[in-house]
């Protein structure tokens, strides 16, 4: 590949760790760079008090190749690959993209010039290809967060009732309102997206048109048209932008025919297509066992990792927190994780005691590949086809809904290896929002689907 440049590339968004910009030069002098993101790492503009222990390019790659994408599933894991980066390079585009990036990330963080490589990604909310008998290509990015209740033994008899019938999204919903970093709760419950029924599928999706918050952004061509941003604040009943999500849709899907459903009839149509492809994929199946993975509950986890702690001081060499992915230790993670049937073990307390350091590494491993996919998002990109003869584009998958034929694909993103040093935080984090729901939560107003009912 020959040397990239700074001008061929522009800004697309960014997340606490990556800045990703989209390839905008000459295609015919660049055709390998066609509809290819670049994901970069960033680093903080004032250098933190005690260093940060981060991940390198490299080791998210290894983890995203050698153990996610195995445990999800290679055509769901959109790894690209990596290519070496110039430092020249990324200070030109650090400069280039600053005036388009939001102030308050100028300041926090900038590309990280040192870094040597990054990832180079399809970017799968392009268009997929463009004729005049087919739509706009829509892409669908949903952040599902935790899709099951916790079973653990090890969860305390005072947190017990609200962690076994509330799940952690829904909880989580009250304290944030509380302390402000959203204006009123989404009815959204992911315990409805990974139920895997119909009716309870849909509803999940429309709860999230609803009240996007950070959960769903939709885009046409690569331009976002529904995202937290464009909803109205709580104090105002406006469905204005839902009716223009709807026309936007207008172009993708026939109207819903039975008009009785709250939202417009475009809406409506998408999110039934929507859902049937999600159950028709064995994506959310496998979300939700690589997520059941935390076993313990982090309640029980962190008594591990005390132990673990106690007898190899976090910066000592060993597989678990040093990053090395391609260890062979994490691989056997992975293939026991596979190996096993849906149902996690059940272990007590004094199964834990009699573990070797070893064993316990490898469910400390476990949690933290469940907690990687805890954070995910889900990336749904669907394209009306005019004429239902075969899709001469064969690697695409198929459709048909509502009378109308679509061709789709699916992947997950945001799949970066999660710190064990991080394991205290997530045990506090747990602590505060199980005890702002018992201490100020209603049961009864809480959106929650709670455990699945038996059938009738
Ligand atoms: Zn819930």
């Not at 020249?88 to 040597?116: H, N, W």
């Not at 307390?349 to 590494?361: F, G, N, P, Q, T």
Request: glycine content about 4%; charged content about 25%; overall charge negative.
């Amino acid at each position: 590949m020959q040397a990239l440049r700074a001008e061929d590339w522009s800004y697309r968004g960014e997340g606490a760790a990556n800045i990703v910009v989209s390839f905008t030069g000459d295609q015919a002098s660049n055709p390998e760079l066609e509809g290819k993101v670049l994901r970069i790492r960033k680093s903080p503009v004032v250098a933190p008090s005690e260093p940060r222990q981060t991940f390198s390019t490299e080791q998210n790659y290894a983890y995203l190749t050698r153990l996610i994408a195995p445990l999800l599933g290679d055509e769901y894991v959109n790894a690209g690959q990596l290519v070496p980066l110039a430092a020249t390079f990324l200070q030109d585009l650090d400069q280039r993209i600053a005036a388009e990036r939001p102030a308050k990330r100028v300041q926090a963080a900038r590309l990280d010039c040192a870094g040597s490589a990054a990832q180079l990604l399809r970017d799968v909310g392009r268009p997929f290809i463009q004729s005049h008998d087919q739509s706009d290509t829509f892409c669908v990015e949903i952040k599902p967060k935790w899709g099951f209740l916790p079973t653990s033994s090890f969860i305390h008899p005072s947190n017990a009732t609200a962690k076994l019938s509330k799940c952690r999204y829904c909880m989580h919903q009250w304290l944030k309102v509380s302390n402000g970093s959203i204006d009123r709760r989404s009815r959204y419950c992911p315990l409805d997206l990974f139920s895997g029924t119909r009716h309870r599928v849909e509803r999940a999706l429309h709860s999230l048109v609803d009240v996007p918050q950070n959960n769903v952004r939709v885009f046409r061509n690569g331009r976002a048209i529904l995202t937290g941003d464009k909803a109205p604040p709580a104090d105002s009943n406006s469905r204005a932008y839902i009716a223009e999500l709807d026309r936007h849709l207008v172009d993708l899907v026939p109207a819903a025919a039975d008009d009785s459903d709250a939202q417009p009839p475009h809406v409506q149509t998408f999110v039934s297509l929507l859902a049937e492809i999600l159950l028709q994929e064995p994506l959310l199946q496998r979300l939700q066992a690589a997520q059941r993975l935390d076993h313990l509950d982090i309640e029980g986890l962190k008594g591990l990792y005390d132990s673990v702690i106690e007898r190899h001081p976090v910066g000592q060499d060993h597989w678990l927190w040093d990053g090395r992915f391609d260890a062979p230790e994490w691989s056997r993670v992975v293939q026991q994780a596979l190996a096993r049937s849906s149902t996690a073990p059940s272990l007590s307390v004094h199964d834990v005691a009699a573990l070797s350091l070893d064993e316990k590494a490898a469910i400390i491993a476990e949690y933290l590949l469940a907690a990687t996919v805890k954070d995910c998002s889900i990336m749904v990109s669907v394209q009306r086809l005019s004429t239902p003869s075969e899709d001469p584009a064969t690697h695409f998958k198929h459709i048909t809904h509502s009378g109308t034929r679509f061709r789709y694909h699916v992947a997950v993103v945001d799949l970066d290896p999660k710190l064990f040093r991080n394991i205290p935080k997530y045990h506090r984090d747990d602590g505060e929002i199980v005890q702002h729901y018992m201490d100020h939560a209603d049961d009864s107003t809480c959106y929650c689907s709670g455990p699945a009912q038996p059938a009738q």
